[in-house]
């Protein structure tokens, strides 16, 4: 293995044990480049909440290696989501916007998935220490 490829294995893992560095990465990285706050923000949320997905899965498969892969519980999260935010949307508006409805279930994924990270971290520290 390449000195190039262990840089980007011990990078990658770092941002998958550590999702949230990747945001003021993301946002350096955008701002530096384009010289645009708000863009280097939405940019730095969704490259943030790609990580927390991916932190949220490999957590879950090393807590519980036996269990169902927690890829379905993300696209059962979203299913679910869009269909409630739809519903509501097509409730209150009276029209569907598939575009706002996707926005905002990724926003709330944002949301979801940080604290379902929260949740794993403290569980993967509290089972490795054996208290449970």
Do not use: E, H
């Not at 390449?2 to 941002?15: C, D, E, R």
């Not at 990747?22 to 701002?31: C, E, M, R, T």
């Amino acid at each position: 293995m390449t000195m190039l490829a262990n840089v980007w294995s011990y990078f990658w893992g770092t941002l998958t044990v550590v999702p949230f560095l990747g945001f003021p990465l993301a946002f350096l990285i955008v701002y530096g480049w384009k010289r645009d706050k708000r863009l280097a923000g939405r940019w730095a949320v969704n490259i943030t909440n790609f990580l927390l997905i991916r932190s949220v899965v490999a957590a879950y498969g090393v807590i519980w290696p036996q269990a169902l892969s927690a890829w379905w519980w993300v696209v059962c999260f979203f299913l679910v989501t869009i269909a409630l935010l739809g519903w509501v949307q097509v409730k209150f508006k009276g029209k569907l916007s598939l575009k706002k409805v996707g926005f905002s279930a990724w926003r709330l994924s944002f949301l979801w998935f940080g604290i379902v990270y929260i949740v794993l971290f403290t569980t993967g520290i509290v089972k490795t220490m054996g208290v449970v």
